[in-house]
C-alpha cells in the first residue's frame, strides 16, 4: 500500500452550538476544509459512506454531483490544541452539501446543523452591512439558542459549594431535592426579565421539571452578576450547620424574609 503524503495545515476549534469541529487550513494555499470523519460521525453516518457511495449508490452520488459535490479528498496534517492529527479532508462546500442531504432524509442531527447554518448565515449578512461581528462566544450562544441546546459550559458552583451544602442537607450533591435549596438561595436572585428568559428556553414540563439544568441555560451576563452573590452564600453557608441556619443567616444578611422557592421542581 502506498504511503499518504499529509498536506501541512493548522487548525482551531469550531462550534455550531455544542456539535465540535476541527477547523482546518491549508498551510500553502489558505483553503479552509474540514474532516470528512468529523461531517458524517457528527450525523451518525459511518465513515466509509461517502467513499463507497459512487459504486452503493451510484444515482444518489450523481444527484450530489449536480448539487455541486466534487469530493476531491485531501489527507492534512495538523495540530489542535497541542494534539497532532492527521484527517481525510472534504471542502467545506462538500460539507454543508452533504449535511444538506441528510436534513432532506430526516436525519435530525442534520436537520439541527442546516438550520443552525441557515439563520447564522442571514445574521452574518446583517453584521457585514452594518461593519458588526460577534465574539466566538456570542456565535456558540446564538448556535445553542437555534439547536435547542445547553449553552457553552461555564463553571458557576464551585465543587466547595456542592459539597457545604450537601454537608448542610444531609443528602448528596447531586441529589434532586438539593435543587430546591439552589433556587432558594441563588436562582431566587435573578432579575424578573432573566426569570422570564430562563422559562422561554428552558421551560417547565409537563412532570414539573426542566430539560436542561437551570445553570446550563443562563446566559453568560446573568452568571457573572450572579457570581459574587454565590461567593457571599458560600461564605454564610460555611458557618452554618443546617439549611434552617443558613436561612436565617441570609434573611440576617440581606434584610428580608427569604421565602422558599421550589419553582420548577416537583419533589415530595
Known amino acids: 500500500m502506498a504511503k499518504k503524503d499529509f498536506t501541512p495545515a493548522q487548525a482551531v476549534e469550531l462550534y455550531i452550538g455544542n456539535y465540535r469541529f476541527d477547523a482546518i487550513r491549508i498551510v500553502e494555499t489558505e483553503e479552509y476544509r474540514m474532516s470528512q470523519n468529523q461531517i458524517l460521525s457528527t450525523i451518525g453516518i459511518n465513515r466509509n459512506w461517502l467513499i463507497t457511495l459512487p459504486f452503493k449508490a451510484p444515482k444518489v452520488y450523481q444527484k450530489l454531483v449536480g448539487h455541486g459535490l466534487n469530493h476531491i479528498t485531501l ?46 448565515s442571514l445574521t452574518s449578512r446583517f453584521d457585514q452591512v452594518w461593519g458588526e461581528s460577534r465574539t466566538v462566544e456570542q456565535r ?20 466547595e459549594f456542592e459539597e457545604n451544602l450537601a454537608r448542610i442537607s444531609k443528602l448528596h450533591k447531586r441529589h434532586i431535592q438539593n435543587g430546591k435549596y439552589y433556587w ?42 450572579l457570581s459574587p452573590h454565590v ?17 436565617r443567616l441570609v434573611q440576617r444578611q440581606y434584610g428580608i424574609d427569604q421565602p422558599n422557592l421550589f419553582d420548577g421542581w416537583n419533589v415530595e
Open 75 to 120: 489527507f492534512a496534517e495538523y495540530t489542535v490544541n497541542g494534539v497532532g492529527t492527521r484527517a481525510e479532508t472534504i471542502s467545506v462546500k462538500d460539507a454543508r452539501i452533504i449535511w444538506r442531504y441528510f436534513d432532506t432524509k430526516g436525519n435530525a442531527q442534520a436537520q439541527k446543523l442546516i438550520d443552525a447554518l441557515s439563520e447564522d
Open 140 to 159: 456558540r450562544i446564538d448556535d445553542s439558542r437555534i439547536l435547542d441546546t445547553p449553552r457553552p459550559w461555564t463553571k458557576l458552583f464551585e465543587t
Open 184 to 225: 432558594e438561595f441563588v436562582y431566587n436572585w435573578m432579575t424578573p426579565e432573566e426569570k422570564a428568559k430562563l422559562d422561554i428556553v428552558n421551560p417547565i414540563l409537563s412532570n414539573g421539571r426542566r430539560k436542561y439544568k437551570i445553570h446550563l441555560m443562563l446566559s453568560k451576563e446573568t452568571k457573572e452578576r
Open 231 to 247: 461567593i457571599s452564600v458560600l461564605v454564610l453557608m460555611k458557618s452554618a450547620s443546617s439549611v434552617a441556619e443558613l436561612r
